[in-house]
């Protein structure tokens, strides 16, 4: 009964099976065979090659310990700093401020002034060249335990980057590969001064568009000049007040905060739970608004392909079934899929085999596997004009730079082969070659990691927060740059390093790193993982049974 009012129609079939699943929990390892309905097949295979084992209990209460013993310590040296013992780098009211409404919360730098800064060596390193497969990144110092640094003058060469989202290599400087960029710049020069609404229309604009709406398979597509900004301000010309969100509970900070600023009801779900899901949906239809119980005028389901934290791949067959059974939109974030996944790089819904025209609103960035900048919404032409006029990203931000877009045209056409070369569909089987590799040797080692098997996104489990300082650091004096995440990015307990891999990565390159990766972990003692792996596949990815209830 939800009234699910849209932009352009809405042609949706109902599915008579929702999907069914059966969770299987063997020594903290929790697998998700399907049964039925939408879930058969290679998505369902696709799905059993995700894994998120769970780490002994003696490492959670370490955790916790870990956490506890550092704030006990944080509100000593807050004592300190309240007698004069101590000095507090940090800002603070002026004392004739004393009466007004305060700047600083004391309380809410807590975690800021006591955990963060004794780790923040680890993080906003600056990199002094191309961020390729390897970089060199500028040494710096601190004098006042991390309060502020300053730069040695010396540089550390040929750092390994695992860091970087360049998934297809295309952050490069190959003069060759950049011609026509450079041809471009000196067309155009870097700057447009304008909107496109204005006089920021280019050429190369209306083509890139139509570029992208053919590679991901819609009838239009539109361009933004930041990614971030595609989500945060499209999403709220789409839905708003009387409008009903479902947000997948790992969803990036740019969807949570277009849906905030989008007026609508948010609902957030289990992350890739379909029963979670189905059961929000069934509720939204049969109740409505709260205490009005009026329809819906719309119900919104928003996902990513790839997510960027844990590295696992959305469910998509079955969430396209409900989408269609309870009448929903559907608003796929495909930032991290697009190009990184799918034989031929067009994302999730080449990997499944699913129609793009199934997803309402296809939305991607060009900052990862395209080595640029921006991003875009992609479907139907009706949703496309409306954005144009109704977008504040598109009314009002500067139209993308000549250089970026070109570069862009120029990944897309390596991609599809329109440059007459085989180069693109090269370095995505490469990719794929170096993502199973890689999270096979892994799970080798010990390690407990985090996501699917085509994931180029590759978190490794490092729990305790004493132990993600010592693994950074002692990776960066291997000559291996990692980038470590811990809370209040990810949860309390699952502090992690996120790997991303990449085409340019070649193998001795990898092997390089999982050797000294190996050697880390024995010192540390980072090798958590109580499965015992076997590199044959299991019967169940070529054989589709039901389990006996």
């Known amino acids: 009964m939800a009234k699910t009012a849209a932009i352009g129609s809405l042609k949706s079939h109902l599915s008579e099976n929702g999907p069914k699943c059966e969770y299987i929990k063997k020594n903290g390892f929790h697998n998700k065979r399907e049964q039925n309905g939408p879930g058969t097949g290679a998505a ?48 603070q009211e002026r004392e004739e401020q004393k009466d007004f409404v305060p700047l600083y919360q004391d309380f809410e730098n807590f975690y800021t002034r006591n955990l963060y800064m004794r780790v923040r060596d680890n993080w906003n390193r600056p990199i002094c ?33 695992v860091g970087s989202y360049n998934y297809l290599g295309f952050a490069e400087n190959d003069a060759d590969f950049l011609k026509t960029v450079a041809d471009r710049t000196r067309q155009y020069g870097v700057g447009v001064c304008s909107t496109r609404q204005e006089v920021g229309n280019l050429g190369i604009h209306e083509e890139l568009e139509q570029l992208v709406a053919n590679f991901v398979g819609t009838e239009s597509s539109m361009t933004y000049g930041m990614g971030f900004a595609t989500n945060s301000m499209n999403i709220p010309a789409l839905v708003g007040k009387g409008c009903l969100i479902l947000s997948d ?36 239809v049969c109740s409505g608004q709260p205490r009005t119980h009026r ?21 998509l067959p079955e ?37 793009p025209a199934d997803v309402d609103v296809m939305m991607g960035t060009f900052t990862k596997s395209f080595g640029a900048a921006g991003g875009y919404i992609a479907g139907k032409k009706e949703l496309v004009d409306y954005l144009r006029s109704h977008s504040h990203s598109a009314v009002y931000a500067t139209a993308m730079s000549p250089p970026v877009t070109e570069q862009i045209i120029r990944a897309m056409k390596c991609i599809m082969g329109k440059d007459g070369s085989t180069e693109g569909i090269r370095r995505i089987r490469q990719l794929a070659e170096n993502t199973r590799y890689f999270r096979a040797r892994l799970k080798e080692m010990g390690f407990i990691i985090y996501g699917n098997d085509d994931s180029p996104v590759v978190p490794i489990l490092l729990y305790m927060p004493g132990k993600v300082v010592a693994f950074a650091r002692e ?12 809370f209040p990015a990810t949860p309390i307990t699952e502090a992690r390093a996120r790997f991303c891999l990449s085409a340019a990565h070649t193998r001795d390159m990898l092997n390089q790193v999982l050797h000294h990766l190996n050697e880390v972990g ?28």
Request: net charge neutral.
């Open 249 to 284: 509970e790992l969803n990036h900070t740019s969807l949570i905060l277009g849906a905030r600023l989008s007026g609508a009801t948010i609902r957030v779900f289990k992350h890739n739970n379909m029963h979670s899901l189905e059961k929000m949906l069934r509720d939204a």
């Open 129 to 161: 060249s191309l961020p390729g497969p390897v970089f060199d990144l500028m040494e710096r110092v601190s004098d006042d335990y991390n309060w502020t640094f300053r730069l040695t003058g010396r540089t550390l060469h040929n750092v390994i980057n």
């Open 44 to 91: 369902s295979r696709q799905h059993r090659h995700e894994s998120f084992e769970q780490a002994p209990m003696y490492v959670a209460v370490m955790t916790y310990l870990g956490f506890g013993i550092v704030t006990l310590f944080g509100y000593f040296r807050d004592f300190l700093r309240a007698v004069g013992l101590e000095k507090c780098h940090l800002a």
């Open 295 to 315: 329809p819906w005028k719309k119900i919104l389901i928003m996902v990513e392909g790839i997510y960027s934290m844990e590295g696992s791949v959305v469910r």
């Open 522 to 549: 024995d010192t540390l003692c980072l090798k958590f993982s109580r499965q015992k792996y076997s590199p044959r596949p299991d019967l169940s990815d070529e054989t589709d049974f039901e389990l006996d209830s």
């Open 475 to 486: 990776m960066l004096e291997r000559k291996i740059g990692v980038v470590v995440v811990g």
């Open 319 to 355: 969430i396209i079934a409900l989408k269609k059974k309870y009448k929903a939109y559907l608003y796929l974030d495909e930032a991290h899929s697009i190009g990184a996944v799918g034989p031929s790089g067009r994302g999730v819904t080449e990997l499944f085999g699913v129609d």
